[in-house]
T-cell receptor
């Protein structure tokens, strides 16, 4: 049983396209996180949110608490956005649960 | 600030050997965690600490020990390495429990 499900698993886009990655979760959460893992392996935190929407540059994250669903959008995608995007939830049981990631490739 | 540092970056062990993965942070974070990342699976929590002297088990603790004698350091010990422990290990820290995680660069461990 996976507490966090992401879709799609793999995504290929042309440069400039609008991209959406989805995350559904089944546990009660205190916050949801979006992480980025580059091909070199390092992991960085993009967003932490518990309601509504956050924006940072070309990245937008939204969350719907009632539907237990979050989306990560990338506007005007660029090859440097190619990475694995990971959804994680901090549960009300004080545990972190991670999705298996969405591998994004942006082609010039 | 160096952030979260991990050593070594790569390690090869033989079955039965022991070793310690080092993790340090210079952000004065109370919360530190160890994760393993395996192909096709999400990051899984091994052990975590909510402050110096306090540690607890995560989802996959068997075969690993931790200690937290200082706020800065959180080493992970493999007692008797097994091939199933071949993985990439990440250390992370955060200011608050379940807060924004700061990850180290990872240690790629192979057990033969």
């Amino acid at each position: 049983k996976n507490e966090v499900e992401q879709s799609p698993q793999n995504l290929t886009a042309q440069e400039g396209e609008f991209i959406t990655i989805n995350c559904s979760y089944s546990v009660g959460i205190s916050a949801l996180h979006w992480l980025q893992q580059h091909p070199g392996g390092g992991i960085v935190s993009l967003f932490m949110l518990s309601s509504g929407k956050k924006k940072h540059g070309r990245l937008i994250a939204t969350i719907n608490i009632q539907e237990k669903h979050s989306s990560l959008h990338i506007t005007a995608s660029h090859p440097r956005d190619s990475a694995v995007y990971i959804c994680a939830v901090g549960s009300t049981g004080n545990q972190f649960y991670f999705g298996t990631g969405t591998s994004l490739t942006v082609i010039p | 600030n160096a952030g979260v540092t991990q050593t070594p970056k790569f390690q090869v062990l033989k079955t039965g050997q022991s070793m310690t993965l080092q993790c340090a942070q210079d952000m004065n974070h109370e919360y530190m965690s160890w994760y393993r990342q395996d192909p096709g699976m999400g990051l899984r929590l091994i052990h975590y600490s909510v402050g110096a002297g306090i540690t607890d088990q995560g989802e996959v603790p068997n075969g690993y020990n931790v200690s937290r004698s200082t706020t800065e350091d959180f080493p992970l010990r493999l007692l008797s390495a097994a091939p199933s422990q071949t993985s990439v290990y990440f250390c992370a820290s955060s200011l608050i429990l379940l807060g924004e995680q700061y990850f180290g660069p990872g240690t790629r461990l192979t057990v033969t």
